[in-house]
């Protein structure tokens, strides 16, 4: 085994410093040294978006980063979303539209529209569906969640 | 109409009496969100125990070869690995299992936790390493040395037919596991007389079902105690508890498997795998915990992969379109072992008994070949062998239809079984219920308005543009019964559900079910059916589900059986339960049982002040003594069984309206429509969800996913990259009708969980070809690929070319 290298990361403005192997994916570490297991792993290679999260202000795959590049970062999962109790706008609207199935691929998703949300209009259905074509479905064939993510929007807009 | 047990006349009096049910039918949020919207729901590798090792797998590298030495001395050196385990090992720990079946022609292969002697596909299972991580167990992996003698490869299921092919299974002396033929009426004669004839050699090529939580799996055992638990990423922890109980010899009540969140299955999760068998052997072997998780390419090479058929078919008609015969035969490629328990014959033999379809072809042949090749093996897949019979009938259908010059949608709704035919049997012997054949078509026509969309083609058509709409009509039978069973005497009881409900010291209602959701939304669906028929809330209701231990015959969920099934269930338990609860509460009120009420948990007689709750009957009974005689004091406790003895139909019509890009050959689909009849709808926000996700799996099976192998057997698309499914850009908007024709089964409810993946294959096949039929293309291979749509574009044109 390789030596550790010591990283401090705040996730969900709290504070982790850890020490890490070099080779330990981000994905792995918020999993496994965290046990923030709302990221997932569909796939290990960046195609499925399962284990999307928020680095910096940017939605990235947390398993093709290391844990070690994230050293220094601001980092956003799932978890830092609403609670079970008080779920945030955009978790109701994934509940009240039935935006998810199996809720494997759910969190990815969040992550993802959150980032769309926060750096985009997103006018039309085109638009939502083009911001989400990195994260994949297998179960909800996406109408819902393209409904979940256009009334969002439209509430919003609505909101001054 | 007969009277069905269980939803006769009295008993649905008696609940509307007793009941003011609310929740059937109405668009109920699904109490499974809040967990998985906030990351908090617990899927297998989200499980940590302690002092849990780790497995990986050293895989077959070879299609086909025989195991001359394995060498893991440098392997098991490496620090952190606690054992490097081969079949070897594992002899005198499990014996291996088998998909028994009593079909005749059928040979069952030993299914075992690692290869023995041979390997047969690339991507089995040959050593597993334990060690403290995933890591080191990897880092191991590679050290292993494997010494292989290769053997001929059997790759294309036709020449695995021929006398001299090598053979997978020596010991079954040929590569045909499974044969049989279905027939009905005097099909030759009528082929021979019918004035319009069209035939085809039909591809559907294989798929895997990609579910987005690759499969996982923990293994804890007490050696105190001498019990096992297997947390398991499956749709069957009741299948998985026998077959390990059969492996491993230990007693189904020191086994307990349970499923707790899981990803998706869509019936990839629906059988036995050898890394359960080993997790589970690990794991009692060196008394500790034992986890392995599937990375993408292990799902994608071993996860049990679907379809996969050649169908060489004609069809007869008469000059006005109506069938006449139909043929087919079918040649299954089923990989290289029968898989448990479902056997190989599962998905090949489902299309030749459903290719008849919802139309009266009364004249009918069908024969099937299940061939073993060096390939993962098949399993279910969501709509198992019909998406496949779909495509081929409704591609015959369109094609006759234009041959004759009539619309496609009149072709089928000359076709169609009418409602005064109900109950019908088809050419393969399945018997329709009553379900809204002709209603659904022209549901789907309307809502896409058809004719418009035959006019903007005319006006597509003159412009030199491809524009194509496509209809596929289909029946399929779920929630099947005890007298249905696609391979005859299975290891598994498809027919029957148990449901046990009961009330806790404290009021707490907990139903219990031997089913297994994984994204279905079964602890909704089945509370609002327990709710209705006790009296009580949604909330009120806890619901256990995907745990061998919660009901003697725990199943799982799979063949779009577990609302029907599961529903009927908790009918009859809530009944019998109400039952105790009325009789305890008419002492508690010093009312008549018959005159009660139940409603949101309180239980009262109307017009009066009498009044009491769910929680103070069961206080009554369990804790306050006095309170009650004892005869009324009974444990407020019910199990209820259900046997829907044949099973209900379920029938859609699916509508697909694409262009094709003259440039680029892609395929845009700009709207897809479905009409179909589910019986009556428990919860329609999650029926439409179901649809959606359905036609989305079967666009990809039309358009995009294909599991290749090359000629020496390895795989080629062992990456999501390369095994293309599609994600939001690639889907259209979608539009769901619902016709509800009640079915026989309690609470008249139908199956519906497959229904998307049949239709929407055929329908996108059919939109094809009518976009290209300016140039005579019929589309017989799925996917339809753009450099499969390049070549046929191009033979055309040369074939117009030449007749210039
Ligand atoms: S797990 Fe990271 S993209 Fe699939
Ligand atoms: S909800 Fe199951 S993969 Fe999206």
Known sequence: MSAGKTIRVTVNSVIYERTVEPRLLLSDFLRQELALTGTHVGCEHGVCGACTIIVNGDSVRACLMLAVQADGATVETVEGLGSIHKLNPLQKAFQEQHALQCGFCTPGMLMTVTDLLRKYPLATDEDIREGLSGNLCRCTGYEHIVRAVRTLVRQTEGTP | ?804
């Not at chain 2, 895997?208 to 923990?218: D, G, I």
């Not at chain 2, 043929?327 to 489902?350: F, K, M, N, R």
């Not at chain 2, 005859?488 to 707490?508: F, H, K, Q, V, Y």
């Not at chain 2, 239980?603 to 004892?630: C, Q, W």
Request: proline share 5%; hydrophobic share 40%; glycine share 10%.
């Open chain 2, 1 to 804: 109409m007969t009277e069905v047990p269980g939803q006769t006349a009295a008993d649905l009096a008696l609940d509307d009496r007793q009941t003011r049910p609310k929740n059937i039918g109405a668009r109920i949020k699904r109490t499974e969100d809040p967990r998985l919207l906030t990351g908090r729901g617990t899927y297998v590798d989200d499980r940590q125990a302690r002092g849990m090792l780790h497995v990986a797998f050293r895989r077959s590298d070879h299609a086909h070869a025989r195991i001359l030495s394995i060498d893991a001395a440098a392997a098991r050196a490496v620090p952190g690995v606690a054992a490097v385990l081969t079949a070897g090992d594992l002899a005198d720990d499990a014996v291996p299992v088998h998909a028994v079946s009593r079909m005749a022609n059928y040979y069952a292969t030993p299914i075992r936790a690692l290869a023995s002697d041979k390997v047969r596909f690339v991507g089995e299972p040959v050593v597993a390493v334990v060690a403290e991580s995933r890591y080191v167990a990897e880092d191991a992996c590679e050290l292993i040395e494997i010494g292989y003698d290769p053997l001929p490869v059997v790759v294309d299921p036709e020449a695995a037919v021929r006398a001299d092919a090598p053979l997978l299974h020596e010991e079954a002396g040929t590569n045909i596991l499974v044969q049989r033929e279905f027939k009905r009426g005097d099909f030759e004669a009528e082929m021979f007389a019918a004035p319009v004839r069209v035939k085809g050699r039909f591809r559907f090529h294989r798929k895997t079902p990609t579910a987005m939580e690759n499969r996982s799996y923990l293994a804890e055992y007490d050696g105190g105690r001498d019990e096992l638990v297997l947390h398991s990423s499956t749709q069957v922890p009741g299948i998985i508890r026998n077959a390990l109980s059969e492996a491993l010899g230990m007693p189904g009540h020191r086994l307990r498997v349970i499923a707790p969140e899981v990803g998706g299955g869509f019936g990839g999760k629906a059988s036995l795998y050898p890394e359960e068998l080993v997790v589970a052997l690990a794991a009692r072997k060196l008394g500790r915990p034992v986890k392995w998780t599937s990375d993408r390419m292990e799902d994608l090479t071993a996860t049990s992969h679907g379809f996969d058929e050649t169908i060489d078919a004609e069809m007869g008609l008469d000059h006005e379109g109506r069938v006449m015969a139909l043929t087919a035969d079918v040649i299954g490629d089923v990989g290289a072992y029968s898989i448990y328990p479902w056997t190989c014959a599962l998905e090949p033999v489902q299309v030749v008994s459903f290719l008849p379809g919802p139309y009266r072809i009364q004249n009918y042949r069908g024969t099937v070949r299940a061939v073993a090749t060096c390939k993962a093996p098949t399993g279910p897949y969501r709509g198992v062998g019909r998406p496949i019979s779909t495509f081929v009938t409704e591609r015959l259908l369109d094609m006759a239809a234009h041959r004759i010059g009539i619309d496609p949608r009149d072709i089928r709704l000359k076709n169609f079984i009418q409602d005064h035919e109900f109950p019908y049997r088809i050419g393969s012997g399945i018997v329709w219920d009553r379900s809204s054949f002709t209603d659904c078509l022209e549901a789907a026509c309307k809502a896409v308005d058809y004719d418009a969309l035959r006019r903007r083609q005319a006006e597509a058509r003159a412009a030199g543009r491809w524009f194509g709409v496509g209809i596929a009509s289909y029946a399929e039978l779920t929630g099947i019964g005890s007298r249905i069973s696609v391979a005859p005497g299975m290891p598994l009881n498809t027919g029957t559900e148990t449901a046990r409900i009961r009330i806790d010291t404290t009021g707490g209602i907990t139903a219990a079910f031997g089913i297994a959701s994984h994204g279905q939304g079964l602890e909704t669906t089945l509370a609002q059916v327990v709710a209705d028929k006790l009296g009580v809330r949604v909330e009120d209701v806890r619901i256990i589900q995907g745990d061998s231990a919660a009901v003697p015959n725990p199943t799982g969920t799979y063949a779009s059986r577990s609302t029907v099934l599961a529903s009927g269930a908790a009918t009859l338990a809530a009944r019998t339960l109400r039952a105790k609860v009325f009789k305890a509460a008419a002492h508690l009120l010093d009312a008549s049982a018959d005159d009660l009420v139940a409603e949101d948990g309180r239980i009262y007689v109307p017009h009066t002040n009498k009044s009491t709750t769910f929680k103070d009957v069961a206080r009554a009974v369990y804790l306050e003594m006095g309170r009650l005689p004892g005869e009324a004091r009974e444990e407020l406790e019910a199990a209820g069984t259900y046997d829907p003895v044949l099973g209900t139909t379920t029938s859609a019509s699916h509508v697909a309206v694409l262009d094709i890009d003259p440039a680029t050959y892609a395929i845009r689909l700009e709207k897809f429509v479905v009409a179909e009849d589910c019986g009556r709808l428990i919860n329609p926000l999650i029926v439409d969800g179901q649809v959606h996700g359905g036609v989305a799996q079967g666009i990809g099976a039309a358009l995009y996913e294909e599991v290749v192998y090359d000629d020496d057997g390895q795989i080629l698309t062992a990456s999501l990259v390369d095994y293309v499914v599609p994600a939001a850009s690639e889907i259209p908007p979608m539009q769901v009708v619902h016709m509800q024709t009640t079915s026989p089964a309690i609470g008249g409810f139908r199956g519906m969980g497959e229904g998307g993946t049949i239709g929407a294959p055929a329908a996108i096949a059919n939109a094809v070809s009518d976009a290209l039929a300016p140039l005579g293309i019929e589309i017989d291979e799925l996917p339809v690929t753009p450099e499969r749509l390049f070549r046929l574009i191009q033979a055309a044109r040369s074939r117009t070319g030449d007749q210039e």
